[in-house]
C-alpha cells in the first residue's frame, strides 16, 4: 500500500459515524481478514493492518479530531497511529476479538508486554523547533542471566503437551470449532521446568532504561508519542510492549496558542492608534516591529504571517496575531491634562471641569 487510504473509506463509514457504527464496520473487516482465516495471504494481512490502523485512529475522539484537520500526518506525527505488528492489534482491541473468536483473539505464545507511560515537559521554543531529548524509564527488561526464556541455566522451555506448543485448544460448540487460550500454559505454548532463579522463570527483571525520543516540530499540549518495543518486556521472549511520551508544552505568558497560531495582546496609547507609529510584536525569533496606521481602532488585530507555530501536517507555519489594546494612563502631568483639556475643546467634547489642586498632577508626582 504505497498510497494510504482515507481511514473513513478503509472502514466503510461515512465521516459523522458515530463509536457504535465505527465498531460494528470494524468487527466486519475484522472477521473478513483476520489472519488465522487468510493463512499466508499477505494482501489479506496488510488489509487487517490499515483497517486495525484506521479504527485505532478513529475510535480516539483525540485522535479522529487530529486526523480530520491534517489527515493522515495528524495523528502519525505524535499521536501513535499504526502497529508493529498483528500481536500489537490483539492486544490492542482483545475485547472485539473475544467477541469474535471466543476469547482467543488469535493469539499465539507468549503474551505481550505491557505499554508503560511517562511525561515531558517542554518549553513553546522547544516545541516549536523540534528536539532530541532523553527520558529515563524504570521498566522489565529481559533476563540477562537466562535470555529472557525463563529457564535456569542448562535448560530451556519446553513445548506445552496440552496444547502441541500452539498456545491456543480448540473446542466443539455445534458445528463451529472455537480456538481459547490453553489452561496449561496460558497461551505461551511453552513450559519451564527449571525456572532461572535471577528472575525465578519470569524471563525478566526490573532496570532502569535511558533513550532519546525525537519530538517533531509543532506538537501541542497533551500530544503523545509513541514508541514501539520500548515498554515492558514481555515474559519468557514474548513481544515487548510500547513506550507512550506524554508532551506538556509550557504556559508562555507571551502568548496564547490556538493551533499553529500565536495570538499576543499590544498596550498602546491614545495618540499611538490616532497618530500611527511602529510598535514591538512578539514572535518566537524575536521582537519585530509592527506599522500601525493612524486611525488603528482598540481591539483591532494584526496578523505577522508565517511567525507562528508549525503545523503538524507540514503546511507551514501559523501566524502570530497582534490584538491592540488601548491603555488609559491613571496618572497625568500638568502638561498632559492641559493639552488632553485642549484636544477635547478643540473637537467640542465635554469633560469633567479641573478640580482644584490638580488631582492627576499630584498622583503623577507620587
Known amino acids: 500500500m504505497s498510497e494510504r487510504r482515507d481511514y473513513y473509506d478503509v472502514l466503510g463509514v461515512g465521516r459523522s459515524a458515530e463509536a457504535a457504527e465505527l465498531k460494528r464496520a470494524y468487527r466486519r473487516l475484522a472477521m473478513e ?11 489479506a494481512e496488510d488489509r487487517f493492518k490499515e483497517a486495525s490502523e484506521a479504527y485505532q485512529v478513529l475510535s480516539d475522539p483525540e485522535k479522529r479530531s487530529l486526523y480530520d484537520r491534517f489527515g493522515h500526518a ?35 505464545g507468549p503474551p505481550r508486554g505491557a505499554d508503560i507511560e511517562t511525561g515531558l515537559v517542554l518549553t513553546l521554543e522547544e516545541a516549536a523547533t523540534g528536539i532530541k531529548r532523553k527520558v529515563s524509564i524504570v521498566r522489565h527488561a529481559a533476563c540477562e542471566v537466562c535470555g529472557g526464556n525463563g529457564a535456569a541455566r ?13 498456545g491456543q485448544v480448540m473446542h ?4 463451529l470449532m472455537i480456538s481459547s487460550t490453553c489452561p496449561v500454559c496460558r497461551g505461551e505454548g511453552q ?40 515498554g515492558e518486556a514481555a515474559p519468557r521472549g514474548g513481544q515487548p510492549g510500547n513506550l507512550y511520551v506524554v508532551l506538556r508544552v509550557k504556559a508562555d505568558e507571551r502568548f496564547e496558542r490556538d493551533g499553529a497560531d500565536l495570538h ?3 498596550a498602546v496609547s491614545f495618540p499611538q492608534l490616532a497618530l500611527g507609529d511602529e510598535v514591538e510584536v512578539p514572535t518566537l525569533e524575536g521582537p519585530m516591529l509592527l506599522e500601525l496606521p493612524a486611525g488603528t481602532q482598540a481591539g483591532d488585530t494584526f ?33 498632559e491634562e492641559a493639552a488632553l483639556r485642549a484636544y477635547a475643546a478643540a473637537g467640542g467634547q465635554h469633560v469633567n471641569p479641573e478640580r482644584g489642586g490638580g488631582l492627576f498632577r499630584r498622583k503623577k508626582k507620587k
Not at 196 to 211: I, N, Y
Open 33 to 43: 481478514l483476520h489472519p488465522d482465516r487468510n493463512p499466508g495471504d499477505k494482501q
Open 74 to 108: 495528524g495523528p502519525s506525527a505524535g499521536m501513535g497511529a499504526g502497529f508493529h505488528d498483528v500481536h500489537d492489534i490483539f492486544s490492542a482491541f482483545g475485547d472485539i476479538f473475544g467477541d469474535i473468536f471466543g476469547g482467543g483473539g488469535g493469539r499465539r
Open 154 to 166: 542448562g535448560s530451556s522451555p519446553e513445548p506445552c503437551e496440552h496444547c502441541g506448543g500452539r
Open 172 to 175: 466443539a460448540q455445534g458445528f
Open 191 to 230: 513450559i519451564v521446568r527449571r525456572p532461572c532463579p535471577t528472575c525465578s522463570g519470569a524471563g525478566v527483571v526490573e532496570a532502569e532504561d535511558e533513550l532519546q525520543v525525537t519530538i517533531p516540530a509543532g506538537v501541542e499540549d497533551g500530544s503523545t508519542l509513541r514508541i514501539p518495543g520500548r
Open 264 to 266: 499576543t495582546e499590544i
Open 303 to 335: 496578523a505577522l504571517r508565517g511567525r507562528g507555530m508549525p503545523r503538524m501536517d507540514g503546511r507551514g507555519k501559523g501566524d502570530v496575531v497582534a490584538h491592540i489594546k488601548l491603555v488609559v494612563p491613571s496618572a497625568l502631568s500638568a502638561e
